[in-house]
């Protein structure tokens, strides 16, 4: 069973609308890492949450960790082309490795 | 600052051959790792090295998969024979200790 769940799967929104895109864990995490992932490309660091009740924000980008530590939100404000890509939660259950969403997939239209 | 490298980017080959992927990790980092993506599996932990030592291989496949690291700059995943179902992205990871992995570019291997 998969212990991360992303949702959705794929995402189509208009330049300029905003968006969110939830990561559930079935258990407590270490610390919850977003990644973006252009199509044929390697992963992009975003930003990293470890603590309950955590929000970070970068450029038009805010992740949040709920206070059980169990889901983390990815909201964009203003959508841009530049944001497309596949956007992945990982999950630090262990200390060091990182357990993966199957990702989802952004695609903003003019 | 140059980031993770990996070679080569793709690899077509037949099956049976045997196959080997390099990686430079971010220098001064100690910490690497091997992931594979497909598309039904997602992204998936292979092994982890920290310190150039294998902590962590219950991702490897099979026998046919093996990974080393002789120094702290440089690792190779090996593939040996090498079968259809090998096909994926094969993505390589460093950090310093428990911090952020970063990831390399990947090599896209197609086992025909």
């Known amino acids: 069973s998969q212990e991360l769940e992303q949702s959705p799967q794929s995402l189509i929104v208009q330049e300029g609308k905003n968006l969110t895109i939830n990561c559930t864990s079935s258990?407590?995490?270490?610390?919850l890492y977003w990644y973006k992932q252009k199509y044929g490309e390697g992963l992009i660091f975003l930003m990293m949450?470890?603590?309950?009740?955590e929000e970070k924000s970068h450029e038009k980008i805010t992740a949040k960790l709920d206070e059980k530590k169990q889901q983390s939100s990815l909201h964009i404000t203003a959508s841009q082309p530049s944001h497309a890509g596949i956007y992945l939660c990982?999950?630090?259950?262990?200390?060091?490795?990182?357990?993966f969403g199957k990702g989802t997939s952004l695609l903003v239209t003019p | 600052d140059a980031g993770v490298i990996q070679s080569p980017r793709h690899e077509v080959t037949e099956m049976g051959q045997e196959v080997t992927l390099r990686c430079k990790p971010i220098?001064?980092?100690?910490?690497l790792f091997w992931y594979r993506q497909t598309m039904m599996r997602g992204l998936e932990l292979l092994i982890y090295?920290?310190?150039?030592?294998?902590?962590?291989d219950s991702g490897m496949p099979e026998d046919r998969f093996s990974a080393k690291m002789p120094n702290a700059s440089f690792s190779t995943l090996k593939i040996q024979p090498s079968e259809p179902r090998d096909s994926a992205v094969y993505f390589c990871?460093?950090?310093?200790?428990?911090?952020?992995?970063?990831f390399g570019p990947g090599t896209r291997l197609t086992v025909l």
């Open positions: 990871a460093s950090s310093l200790s428990e911090d952020t992995q970063y």
């Open positions: 258990k407590t995490l270490y610390g």
């Open positions: 949450l470890q603590k309950g009740g």
């Open positions: 990982g999950a630090d259950y262990s200390g060091y490795a990182l357990n």
């Open positions: 220098s001064g980092h100690n910490s």
């Open positions: 090295f920290n310190n150039n030592v294998p902590i962590d």
